[in-house]
């Protein structure tokens, strides 16, 4: 880049001056040119009225008789001059005189030869000079700039997967690449962010897998051996099988969230919430509809009632207005400190509800993870029932 910048810099400047001594060269000739026009001008006038005075005319003019034809003015050439001018055209007036005689003047042209092959003896030689303070000074200016580049690039490639919290360096120039660098790093607080999530949730998702595993081998090495409860351990056994799969379905409904790709419809979401919400209070206004997928939707709500039945001492409330989604629960209430935590997956707070209870950990998380892809928001406030809502705004 550096030398190609500098290579398109010296053709520039190239073309310019090649253009700007072309143009002068030509209002110089003509110029001269014009000047000497005038000249013979001059002499052929002033030949005329001392003949007519009866005096002698200059030497520099001659005086034909009447009987000779004059010759025709030469009209002046406007062709680029080539180097070295070697002829020029040679300004030249007849003027008539009162007895039929004719006075021509001519002025000779070595005066502009001279004159056009002094400049480009001054001005040719100094352009590769100045194409070479150009190229030297472009190389100079784009090696500066591009140095915060080579800095960035140099840190990027150091940083690795275990040291994510390594940032480029900004330069103080305030620039483009300043903002380039700040853009960087902020690109890399989201992946080191998004990297220590998935960390964290593989970490999680092998812990709680861990449990009902270990106890669906216990209960089938029993009855292996004839050992225990058939019965009993047979419904143990189906449980935690059917929490596995609940616990892999919401995996896998994570998974496919994450990558996007949703199938957008006009949603009537007071319809979806009484079919989602059967058994529970409603407030719904009627012809609510929101932009979003239905079934994603569907889940989120039937995710955030069965979270407030799980919270709940006896009331939950389902309530629907333009934009916004409101379930509340009269439970014991999520504490301003964990209310964004809980979005999180696998986060259980102390009094909330064990692993035991039947839920995957997975509820809010994929609430969380669907209203972000539909681009809306969701967070947690107090009810007036007295325990907490969830509230989940399209505006």
């Known amino acids: 880049m550096r030398a190609r910048t500098t290579l398109i810099a010296v053709l520039m400047v190239a073309v310019a001056l090649g253009v700007c001594l072309t143009a002068l060269v030509l209002a110089l000739r003509s110029s001269l040119l014009d000047a000497a026009q005038d000249e013979a001008a001059a002499r052929a006038e002033n030949a005329k009225i001392a003949i007519e005075q009866g005096r002698r005319p200059d030497s520099q003019v001659t005086v034909l008789p009447p009987t000779t034809p004059a010759p025709s003015p030469v009209t002046t050439s406007m062709a680029p001059p080539q180097r070295p001018v070697t002829t020029s055209p040679q300004p030249t007036v007849t003027v008539p005189v009162s007895d039929g005689r004719v006075v021509v003047a001519q002025v000779e042209t070595k005066q502009v030869k001279r004159a056009l092959d002094t400049l480009w003896t001054l001005l040719v030689p100094g352009i590769p000079l100045v194409l070479g303070i150009v190229g030297l000074a472009t190389w100079i200016a784009v090696g500066r700039a591009l140095r915060p580049v080579e800095a960035i690039r140099a840190e990027v490639a150091e940083i690795a997967g275990h040291d994510l919290g390594r940032r480029v360096p900004v330069p103080g120039s305030g620039d483009e690449i300043a903002r380039l ?19 964290r949730f593989v970490a999680d998702a092998s812990h709680e897998l861990r449990s009902p595993i270990a106890a669906l081998r216990t209960q089938l090495e029993l009855a292996a051996h004839g050992q225990g409860d058939w019965s009993r351990d047979a419904h ?25 790709g949703i199938h957008r419809e006009q949603v009537d979401l007071g319809q979806l919430a009484i079919e989602e919400a059967r058994g529970v209070r409603l407030d719904i206004r009627p012809d609510v509809l929101v932009d979003g997928s239905a079934r994603h939707l569907s889940r989120l709500v039937r ?5 407030a039945r799980r919270h709940a001492g006896s009331t939950v409330l389902v309530r629907v207005r333009p934009g916004v989604l409101e379930v509340h629960d009269d439970g014991p209430g999520i504490p301003p400190a964990d209310r964004a935590r809980v979005f999180e997956p696998f986060t259980r707070l102390d009094d909330a509800r064990t692993r035991d209870d039947g839920g995957t950990g997975l509820g809010l998380a994929i609430v969380r993870d669907i209203a972000v892809a539909h681009g809306v928001t969701v967070r947690v406030a107090d009810s007036p029932l007295g325990g907490a809502v969830v509230i989940v705004s399209w505006t």
């Open 181 to 199: 660098a700040t853009t960087m790093n902020a690109t890399l607080d989201r992946l080191e962010h998004a990297v220590v999530r998935n960390r």
């Open 236 to 260: 143990a056994a189906l449980a935690d099988t059917e929490r596995l799969q609940a616990l892999a379905d919401d995996l896998l409904l994570l998974a496919r969230m994450r990558d996007g």
């Open 303 to 307: 995710n955030l009632v069965q979270n």
